[in-house]
């Protein structure tokens, strides 16, 4: 298993990660600190799924579709944009809990990493994204919707 990531300056972050995430590193588990650029393709597209264990709403998730774009899929709670980017049992898993996060790891070979590539390049590819604003500003336009 590898950990990789940003461990950023706030306290509550320093104690988390020294508290909770540094005793539990061995030989079988390692933490690689932040990746980027080849590395994260390379450790995504080996990765048998992507965990994002966050409980935090988000608005996008990056590395959620970077995951399904080198065919990984994704685990995640059931919120926020996670739940707009996983297709349950298609791209990944979608859970209430940790235990069923732990559940959806041993189901990871039910999931075809092809139709996690195909639905990324379909969904969140450039081209895609610029139709996406497009049909967005001809809708404003055409209603009349002003930004406040």
């Known amino acids: 298993c590898i950990l990789a990531g940003q461990v950023y300056g706030y306290a ?33 597209s080996a990765a048998k799924c992507v965990l994002i264990p966050s409980l935090v709403d988000e608005t996008s998730s990056l ?3 970077e995951a399904l774009a080198c065919g990984t899929p994704v685990v995640a709670f059931r919120q926020g944009a996670l739940a707009d980017i996983v297709s349950h049992k298609r791209t990944g898993f979608l859970v209430e809990d940790a235990e069923e996060m732990a559940g959806a790891i041993r189901e990871m070979d039910d999931i075809d990493p092809r139709a996690c590539r195909e639905e990324a390049c379909r969904r969140f590819s450039a081209k895609q994204m610029v139709r996406n604003y497009l049909d967005l500003y001809k809708y404003i336009i055409g209603t009349g919707l002003q930004s406040s």
Not at 21 to 26: D, F, H, V, Y
Not at 31 to 38: D, L, N, S, V
């Open 63 to 65: 590395v959620g579709m």
């Open 12 to 44: 509550d972050h320093r104690r988390y990660f020294s508290q909770e995430i540094l005793p539990r590193l061995n030989g079988h588990r390692r933490f690689i600190g932040p990746a980027a650029g080849a590395l994260k393709r390379r450790l995504l």
